[in-house]
Nanobody
Framework: QLVESGGGLVQTGGSLRLSCKAS????????MSWFRQAPGKEREFVAG????????SFLESVKGRFTISRDKGGNTVYLQMSNLNFNDTAVYYC????????????????????WGQGTQVTVSS
């Protein structure tokens, strides 16, 4: 089970930190990622972390503004978002996979077997 938190309403240029806590498994996920979906658009990869947290990947438009990290226990992944703009408005989803190793986080939502319920991020001008 994945449970996201931390979404909300923020002004342009502001910051938010999303959290995703995994539970119900004894092992850590091999890959954990964040996706987002804006109204009328397809779900898109935002950021991911794999391989003992040494490898991360980001959507081009969020590079330099977003960071992804995981706690020492490996059960919670964070998405720190800074300098937010209107185009970041979306429902953000946490995703994970436990049974397959990846060299880099997959950007294909079909690769992930566990999903959170989503948390709304709204950026206002």
């Amino acid at each position: 089970q994945l449970v996201e938190s931390g979404g909300g309403l923020v002004q342009t240029g502001g910051s938010l930190r999303l959290s995703c806590k995994a539970s119900g498994r004894t092992e850590n996920a091999k890959v954990m990622s964040w996706f987002r979906q804006a109204p009328g658009k397809e779900r898109e990869f935002v950021a991911g972390i794999v391989r003992d947290d040494r490898v991360t990947s980001f959507l081009e438009s969020v590079k330099g503004r977003f960071t992804i990290s995981r706690d020492k226990g490996g059960n919670t992944v964070y998405l720190q978002m800074s300098n937010l703009n209107f185009n970041d408005t979306a429902v953000y989803y946490c995703a994970a996979r436990y049974d397959r190793w990846y060299f880099i986080p997959s950007e294909d939502p079909g690769e992930y077997t566990y999903w959170g319920q989503g948390t709304q991020v709204t950026v206002s001008s």
